[in-house]
């Protein structure tokens, strides 16, 4: 064996980072390898490292027997007597075996465990160093391609780069910097996999807090990130000092730090908006630089209807609906955008199909319409316990009202039913309403949105949230 083997496995240690006691553990299951390979598996063998000699000793262990009946585990008293004087029967005797006699085929054997051990060792270092990094920004150089994807060497280890992580029309060629997020870290038979990306939306906010002083001193926070990779990203945030603007700190001086964001990420343009908790406000600060007129919340089914005016209506949407889809992705509600004339059409047209009902009047429609019923089709998709919240409905109309609305949809005739007339003349009795309120209670307002009048619509109309301008 080798006589300076201390020094080796300490330099080795350095050079590789491997724990000594893994390569004390390599070499001695090498020597034993090497010893099976010599003389077979029947041997009853054991090597250990001696640290005081630097060297790996290798024992053949036999039992004192007085007649020998296996050679490969037994030894008559005599024989154990010569090597160790105070030997009994019974006893397990240690021989000490001497590797050179192992053989050429032997030690290439044992070479051969060594370097799967450290191999094996490395590629658990380097897992360990880079399972607890995952959701960190790391910098590396293009080493290859290999079928799309692009293999970054990041040092001590090669990563991949997948094609579906990489940011469209952006290319790269052997010897470029790349930074990258890393996604994931697998373990896999070859070693570990270290997976980066270019397109999760963390590594924007990671940019942004290496960039912002007050991000990584935790006075900003970064609430929420959308991207379309290579397009456009959106970034919400707040601050907890009052005094500290959130969008001004991002922007930096003259832009200089939104700026080496979009550099670093090739030229995808920033949106910063403000968080707010109200998810209203929030919307409307998402879809800037569009100005909103109002906001209807439909909290049952997480969904808002934005109001634009006319000619806000395309700034709004984006270019191919760019920025109503980031701005869903980054506040979470599913935004249905119109413009003013759409929705004014639209509160109309529901208002007027309340009244084709039959059996429903101005004073019936009036009271549907106050209660969040906007049209026959909302009336068809309600139930019973709904419908008799509303000021004049019984049981029985309520059911009259579903199945009318039902056939009215369906186009279906209802020659059975009563008069309008008839019935609000009913209705009047029974909650007291006489000729002159139904004359002051009229149509109601149907929130058209105009340049004057506005506040007047949302204060009959408690489901719809108008949020001015400034507020956005």
Same mark, same amino acid.
């Given at each position: 064996?080798?006589?300076? %083997?201390?020094?080796? #496995?300490?330099?080795?240690?350095?050079?590789?980072?491997?724990?000594?006691?893994?390569? #004390?553990?390599? %070499?001695?299951?090498?020597?034993?390898?090497?010893?099976?390979?010599?003389?077979?598996?029947?041997?009853?063998?054991?090597?250990?490292?001696?640290?005081?000699?630097?060297?790996?000793?290798?024992?053949?262990?036999?039992?004192?027997?007085?007649?020998v009946e296996n050679e490969n585990l037994q030894i008559s008293l005599e024989e154990a007597l010569e090597l160790d004087s105070e030997t009994e029967i019974g006893d397990s005797l240690g021989i000490k075996m001497d590797p050179d006699t192992f053989g050429r085929i032997a030690a290439q054997s044992a070479k051969q465990v060594i370097m799967q051990r450290l191999k094996e060792a490395e590629r658990d270092i380097v897992y360990d160093d880079f399972i607890d990094r995952r959701g960190e920004i790391?910098?590396?150089?293009?080493?290859?391609?290999?079928?799309?994807?692009? #293999?970054?060497?990041?040092?001590?280890?090669?990563?991949e780069l997948p094609h579906k992580e990489q940011i469209p029309r952006e290319s790269y060629k052997q010897g470029d910097?790349?930074?990258?997020?890393?996604?994931?870290?697998?373990?896999?038979?070859?070693?570990?996999?270290?997976?980066?990306?270019?397109t999760h939306p963390n590594i924007v906010a990671i940019l942004f807090e290496n960039e912002v002083p007050e991000i990584s001193e935790g006075i900003v926070q970064v609430m929420q990130v959308a991207r379309e990779p290579g397009g456009r990203a959106k970034i919400a945030v707040s601050s907890k000092d009052a005094d500290v603007d959130p969008v001004g700190a991002c922007v930096g001086m003259k832009g200089r730090r939104v700026q080496a964001v979009v550099q670093e990420l090739r030229g995808e343009k920033i949106d910063i908006v403000t968080w707010d908790p109200d998810s209203a406000k929030f919307i409307c600060n998402a879809l800037a630089p569009a100005e909103i007129t109002r906001v209807i919340v439909d909290e049952d089914n997480h969904s808002m209807e934005v109001v634009v005016p006319d000619d806000q209506l395309s700034l709004a949407i984006g270019k191919r609906g760019q920025n109503v889809r980031l701005a869903a992705k980054l506040t979470g509600w599913r935004l249905d955008v119109v413009g003013e004339t759409k929705y004014n059409d639209a509160l109309k047209d529901g208002y007027k199909s309340l009244l084709?009902?039959?059996?429903?009047?101005?004073?019936?429609?009036?009271? %549907?319409?106050?209660?969040?019923?906007?049209?026959?089709?909302?009336?068809?998709?309600?139930?019973?316990?709904? %419908?008799?919240?509303?000021?004049? #409905?019984?049981?029985?109309k309520a059911k009259a009202l579903i199945a009318e609305a039902n056939r009215h949809l369906h186009g279906?005739?209802?020659?059975?039913?009563?008069?309008?007339?008839?019935?609000?003349?009913?209705?009047?009795?029974?909650?007291?309403?006489?000729?002159?309120?139904a004359v002051v209670q009229g149509e109601p307002n149907l929130g058209e949105v105009s340049e004057a009048g506005a506040s007047d619509a949302d204060e009959s109309d408690a489901s719809v949230k108008k949020i001015s301008t400034d507020e956005s």
């Open positions: 064996m080798v006589s300076d %083997l201390k020094k080796v #496995i300490d330099q080795v240690s350095r050079e590789k980072g491997v724990d000594q006691a893994v390569l #004390i553990g390599a %070499l001695e299951e090498a020597v034993k390898a090497a010893a099976r390979k010599k003389y077979g598996t029947e041997y009853d063998l054991e090597v250990i490292y001696n640290d005081e000699m630097g060297e790996v000793e290798a024992f053949e262990f036999k039992e004192v027997v007085e007649k790391v910098n590396g150089i293009v080493q290859r391609f290999d079928r799309g994807a692009i #293999i970054v060497n990041l040092g001590r280890a090669e990563a910097r790349v930074r990258a997020y890393i996604l994931d870290v697998r373990k896999i038979s070859r070693g570990p996999q270290i997976v980066l990306s270019r084709a009902l039959s059996g429903v009047g101005e004073i019936t429609a009036t009271e %549907l319409y106050d209660a969040d019923f906007r049209s026959a089709r909302d009336v068809a998709g309600s139930t019973v316990e709904d %419908l008799v919240v509303v000021k004049g #409905i019984s049981e029985e279906e005739p209802n020659d059975d039913a009563p008069k309008e007339s008839e019935i609000d003349d009913v209705q009047e009795l029974e909650t007291g309403n006489t000729e002159e309120d």
